[in-house]
């Protein structure tokens, strides 16, 4: 069975530090894919990054970054120069045959 | 990347009624999902809405609680019947579009008194 952890429930900095979110993962499959999804205060999902189980590259997109080691199971997402508009639940996620398992998600919060 | 609506956003229900929550994607896609997230809770798949057949349900999830119905590539709708008070959270609908990558709906918020 799939499993996505991430251990830190609750989080707040200080605006403009760096934060990183932990996503650590189980899965049997040799094939997966990883995602991170942003849940604001409005509720919706925003979609940031999909990960296939393949491409080990880390991926930077403007203040954000994240981390993929097969080695320690983990995808990790790295905000730098946090701002209060990063204020949010953040859930890691694992797909198996497109169905997605979810974090329990990390409540990130940015103090002005 | 999929757009997808829902509607209604958000409903107010009496115990023992159904509501049907709609589905609507931008695009024809191949994969469609429903999840639910309780009060303050993760996401939990519901069931992926299959076209042209039966839906698939997870664990827990049975098809007299939750009928779906998935008539084109583009629509689906889910209804949860027969409400209680535990029913009460943010049913969420996804899409998979060409690239794999997974959108999500705005999310129905339903509260059963």
């Known amino acids: 069975a799939q499993k996505v952890t991430q251990a830190q429930t609750e989080i707040s900095v200080v605006e403009k530090e760096d934060v990183t979110l932990d996503c650590v993962y189980e899965t049997r499959d040799t094939t997966y894919y990883l995602f991170w999804y942003k849940q604001p205060p409005s509720g919706e999902l925003v979609f940031l990054i999909r990960r296939n189980s393949f491409d080990e590259q880390n991926e930077i997109s403007g203040r954000y970054s994240w981390n993929f080691q097969k080695s320690t199971s983990s995808f990790n997402f790295t905000i730098t120069a946090s701002q209060v508009v990063d204020s949010a639940v953040y859930f890691c996620?694992?797909?198996?045959?497109?169905?997605?398992?979810f974090g329990t998600g990390t409540r990130l919060t940015i103090i002005p | 990347s999929a757009v997808i609506s829902q509607k209604p956003s958000r409903d107010i229900c009496q115990r023992g009624t159904s509501l049907t929550i709609q589905c609507q994607v931008d695009s024809q896609v191949t994969m469609m999902f429903w999840y639910r997230q309780q009060p303050g809770q993760s996401l939990t798949l519901i069931a992926t809405a299959n076209q042209g057949s039966e839906a698939t349900y997870e664990s827990g999830f049975v098809i007299d609680k939750f009928p779906i119905s998935r008539p084109n590539l583009t629509f689906s709708t889910l209804t949860v019947s027969n409400m209680s008070p535990e029913d009460s959270s943010i049913y969420l609908c996804?899409?998979?579009?060409?690239?794999?990558?997974?959108?999500f709906g705005p999310g129905t918020r339903l509260t059963v008194t």
């Open positions: 996804s899409a998979e579009d060409r690239a794999y990558e997974q959108y």
């Open positions: 996620a694992l797909s198996e045959a497109e169905k997605l398992t």
